[in-house]
């Protein structure tokens, strides 16, 4: 059965590569496809996915430029306000704006987005599509509240704090207030934006943001227990994998392949720190790197565009792109120097290949803690170390047995499926469709308000039976006590 589906993106690198996999193999199967992205965002043409452009009002890079560039330079809060008060909410309005995008939509059979991009979901019931929500990062991340995942907080560490399933009392209360936290900003930064959006264009305002979220059929979870925190999940949660990875591996271009084969017995590593920060590290950083890596033994693959020190080592190849799939399944890899994206975590874990993690900004900082917690390789902090240190590091990295041991193990787990992640992803798709929805694997915890999710009602009548309990048998003693006294003083009085 052949449906029309389409896809939709706000920002983001890893984002538009995952929505985009996905419609391809969508594609293959059948299906008539459609990929909506705004006009800021850089696109790579498919023959299998035809794209359909919304004007912003921002320009391509911005993200990069402005945005990113904030968090690098310690800006955080301005950059989460900035991106959930203006940015976010302006791509959605671009989009509802749209007529062409809204007529191209009509009639279509599904949606298709990820948690970036919320406005997916005002599009959907705006026109009145099914949707399912792909989650680019694991099931303790920020913005599954409104998923109703459950996310125990005395043993399911918050993606953002860092912190193992295996927290100390002090980290608990951390991890509690931070849960907390990222609630009351879900509800009262994103969500008073997107409310605002659904009552101005007339998307059934009666009904909130955080429920027209929580309305997708499934949500496609980008990740795998084999790398996070064993945690619950509910029927509708569907853990799949990384999207981004695959088996087969194309030969390298000639320049290339012969140099990382001329290593002298040494091998390689590549460094790349994602499509987002290639060309805005800071030049000290940058010059701190090349010093680093001209030390090495090993050949070194290096994505970078923009200042490209005058200093570079013999040893050290710059390309503004690089076939990183192909490189980290090659057999003389040693090590990836990564931010730690959620993609580039999976992808060097996937392929069996030690890290050394570099984060730059976002959730990078708790991915390398990640990566540090269960042996896949060592955290490098930016901000405070410097080149011998980091030259150190990389060497442990790769002459430590223990973290190409257990980078193999963690590969030998994400492998071990019978479908691949992204097969797995549109089968559960067509099943939607075939199906006219999931619903039935939809949880009351939807449906009933969130004192009964904690049982505080219940909690509420126990003390108040407790009470009545308490006060009763008060009376009671208090009422024999005066008889008790009572006979005594008749008693006296006759005497």
């Known amino acids: 059965m052949s449906a029309r589906i389409a896809g939709f993106v706000a920002i983001g690198g890893s984002q538009y590569i995952n929505t985009r996999n996905t419609l391809e193999e969508l594609a293959s199967r059948g299906h008539e496809v459609a990929l909506v992205v705004p006009s800021s965002h850089k696109i790579k043409p498919s023959e299998k996915v035809p794209h359909k452009i919304y004007q912003v009002p921002y320009k391509p890079g911005f993200i990069e430029d402005t945005m990113i560039r904030l968090e690098l330079e310690g800006h955080k809060l301005e950059l989460l306000f900035k991106m959930t008060a203006e940015v976010m909410p302006t791509l959605c309005e671009s989009a509802l704006n749209s007529t062409d995008i809204l007529k191209e939509l009509e009639g279509f059979d599904l949606i298709i987005y990820d948690s970036i991009a919320a406005c997916g979901a005002l599009l959907a019931e705006h026109l009145d599509i099914?949707?399912?929500?792909?989650?680019?990062?694991?099931p303790n991340a920020p913005f599954v509240h409104n998923h109703m995942v459950p996310t125990p907080v005395s043993y399911v560490p918050q993606l953002l704090t860092g912190f193992s399933d295996k927290m100390t009392f002090v980290e608990r209360v951390m991890n509690l207030g931070v849960y907390l936290g990222m609630r009351m900003f879900d509800k009262f930064g994103l969500g008073r934006s997107f409310n605002a959006l659904k009552v101005k264009y007339n998307i059934k305002p009666e009904r909130s943001f955080e429920?027209?979220?929580?309305?997708?059929?499934l949500l496609i979870i980008t990740a795998d227990f084999a790398l996070e925190y064993a945690q619950p999940l509910l029927p509708g949660h569907i853990m799949v994998g990384p999207l981004n990875v695959k088996d087969v591996s194309k030969p390298l271009p000639p320049d290339l392949d012969k140099f990382v084969s001329n290593s002298g017995g040494h091998g390689f590593i590549i460094v790349s720190f994602g499509s987002n920060v290639a060309s805005i590290l800071p030049r000290t950083v940058v010059d701190m790197l090349a010093?680093?890596?001209?030390?090495l033994k090993q050949r070194v693959v290096w994505r970078l565009k923009g200042y490209i020190p005058s200093f570079l080592g013999a040893n050290i190849k710059v390309m503004e792109w690089l076939p990183q799939n192909d490189l980290l399944a090659h057999k003389d890899i040693k090590a990836f120097v990564s931010h730690v994206g959620h993609n580039s975590l999976y992808e060097s874990a996937y392929h069996g290949v030690p890290l050394v993690a570099f984060p730059l900004y976002g959730d990078q900082h708790s991915n390398a803690m990640k990566?540090?917690?269960?042996?896949?390789?060592?955290?490098?902090?930016?901000?405070?170390?410097n080149a011998q240190q980091l030259f150190e590091t990389i060497e442990r990295v790769i002459s430590e047995p223990r973290f190409k041991t257990k980078a193999m193990q963690i590969s030998g787990l994400l492998k071990d499926r019978r479908r691949t992640p992204l097969q797995e992803t549109c089968d559960w798709i067509e099943y939607v469709l075939r199906h006219g929805g999931a619903q039935h694997l939809r949880a009351q915890v939807f449906n009933i308000p969130w004192y009964q999710y904690y049982l505080l009602d219940v909690m509420a009548f126990l003390v108040a039976i407790v009470t009545v309990v308490v006060m009763v048998i008060r009376m009671i003693c208090r009422c024999m006590c005066r008889v008790c006294c009572k006979k005594g003083d008749s008693k006296t009085k006759k005497e």
């Open 130 to 138: 099914p949707r399912v929500e792909i989650l680019p990062a694991p």
């Open 211 to 217: 429920e027209a979220v929580g309305d997708a059929e």
């Open 291 to 295: 010093t680093a890596f001209g030390k």
């Open 371 to 385: 990566a540090q917690h269960v042996g896949l390789g060592l955290a490098v902090d930016y901000k405070s170390s």
